[in-house]
Every structure is written in C-alpha cells, then in structure tokens.
Nanobody
Framework: VQLQASGGGPVQAGGSLRLSCAASVSGRTFSEYVMGWFRQAPGKEREFVAVINWSGSTTYYADSVKGRFTISRDNAKNTVYLLMNSLKPEDTAVYYC???????????????????WGQGTQVTVSS
C-alpha cells in the first residue's frame, strides 16, 4: 500500500484546508482499509487526529479537533480526506495519513495499529 498525502500549506487562523490522501492498493480493495490521520508538530510526538471505517459510516476524532475537522472517504477514488475548519496556530504540524487492513475498532487511535503510512503534508497556521 502506498499513500500520498497532499493539500497542506500556509493558512491564517480561522481558515480552512482540505487534505487528501490517495492510496494505491494493488491487489486489494481500498474499502478493506481503516484510514486514519495523524499529525506531528515540531518537538512533539505524532498524535492521533481522526479515523474512519471502511464505509465511512463510523468516524472518531481527537478531542482537540472534534467539531472542527471532518474525515471522509471516497472508495471509488481510493482517497480519504480531512476537512479542517476554524484552524488554529496549534494545528500547525505535518499531517500523515495511515492505513490498516483490519476490522475497525476504538483502538484505531493508536499509531501502532497502522501498517502503512504516507509521507506527510505540512500545515502551517499563522495567527
């Protein structure tokens, strides 16, 4: 599985960005994968942001982004999205998408659950 994240960039506080993560899953079907977004700010550990199950019917968010960020997926396009609204300077980080061919559970907020990671896309929010 190869994951390519895109859509990051500079944005002012209060603004919005939509990140995309395109997956290449040769020999498999994208809908077999739980998809997650994580982020890592300078000097900090990588932290969970959001996760979505195979169909998009179930999502889960970190408290810090709940109500502002929305994760979604388009299985026909092999792509997962992260719509980020009301951005704050503390949202500044490199954002990573991750995938795992497992059965969705509440434990998917843990980094160790994911077998595949993308390269990350930088989001910089200025005040």
């Amino acid at each position: 599985v190869q994951l390519q994240a895109s859509g990051g960039g500079p944005v002012q506080a209060g603004g919005s960005l939509r990140l995309s993560c395109a997956a290449s899953v040769s020999g498999r079907t994208f809908s077999e994968y739980v998809m997650g977004w994580f982020r890592q700010a300078p000097g900090k550990e990588r932290e969970f942001v959001a996760v979505i199950n195979w169909s998009g019917s179930t999502t889960y968010y970190a408290d810090s982004v709940k109500g502002r960020f929305t994760i979604s997926r388009d299985n026909a396009k092999n792509t997962v999205y992260l719509l980020m609204n009301s951005l704050k300077p503390e949202d500044t980080a490199v954002y990573y998408c991750a995938a795992d061919r497992g059965l969705y559970s509440v434990t998917y907020y843990q980094k160790k659950k994911y077998a595949y990671w993308g390269q990350g896309t930088q989001v910089t929010v200025s005040s």
